[in-house]
């Protein structure tokens, strides 16, 4: 069965701090994976997307990480903002047209950032 | 601002009540999904439209019905819910086929919080 877990399930760090999130999946076949940040009541957004050649993605102060071998990725944040609060959900997937039907949505984390 | 549109924000509605939720995107996007996600759970996908045709049912009760009256359009029509039905209900949309590529996410409204009393 497609899996993908996330760690941890909830975090709280202060502003200007850095942190990372991890996603393991057990998802075959592997498309890509993408991590998407979802504030509260509303619909999640995407950040980054990698595939299995690509080691390293970065987006402003996100930088995501993907093994292909070891099936981990993460998500690190640097210099963190208030603005950064929200859930970060890893969703893999085994289409290379990201069908949605193809998806596994990882649990997410939930990220607090303190002043 | 999403580009994929979510009417109402909000909905509260009673057990015998019928209602509908709506979804429209204008970027040419011709798969069309709805997704369930209760609190602090990652979205359930419910339905997938593909060229406005029903392509995925994940065995979701026939208190729901979707239907897509064009490839702009999506709604969830609701009738007789219970109380556990309470969530949020997303629409997303992408590309498909020989329009897609990996680099084409998916596109989410900000959902209809739906309360059932």
């Known amino acids: 069965k497609n899996q993908v877990e996330q760690s941890p399930q909830s975090l709280i760090i202060l502003e200007g701090k850095n942190c990372t999130l991890q996603?393991?999946?057990?998802?075959?076949?592997?498309?890509?994976l993408r991590w998407y940040k979802q504030d509260t009541g509303r619909g999640p957004v995407s950040l980054t997307i990698m595939t299995f050649s690509e080691n390293t993605k970065s987006n402003g102060r996100y930088t995501a990480t993907l093994d292909a071998d070891t099936k981990q990725s993460s998500l690190h944040i640097t210099a963190s903002q208030l603005s950064d609060s929200a859930s970060y959900i890893c969703?893999?997937?085994?289409?290379?047209?990201?069908?949605?039907?193809?998806?596994?949505f990882g649990g997410g984390t939930r990220l607090m950032v303190k002043p | 601002d999403t580009e994929v549109t979510q009417t109402p924000k909000h909905l509260v509605m009673g057990m015998t009540n019928k209602k509908s939720l709506k979804c429209e995107q204008h970027?040419?996007?011709?798969?069309m999904y709805w997704y369930k996600q209760k609190a602090k759970k990652p979205p359930e996908l419910m339905f997938v439209y593909s060229y406005e045709k029903l392509s995925i049912n994940e065995s979701v009760p026939s208190r729901f019905s979707p239907e897509c009256p064009n490839s702009s359009l999506l709604n969830l029509h609701l009738h007789a819910l219970q109380p556990e039905d309470s969530a949020l209900y997303l629409c997303?949309?992408?590309?498909?086929?020989?329009?897609?590529?990996?680099?084409?996410?998916?596109?989410f409204g900000n959902g209809t919080r739906l309360t059932v009393t």
């Open positions: 997303a949309s992408s590309q498909e086929g020989e329009e897609s590529s990996y680099n084409s996410p998916l596109h």
């Open positions: 996603c393991n999946y057990t998802v075959s076949p592997f498309s890509n």
């Open positions: 970027m040419g996007h011709r798969a």
């Open positions: 969703v893999v997937s085994g289409a290379p047209n990201n069908a949605g039907n193809m998806l596994t």
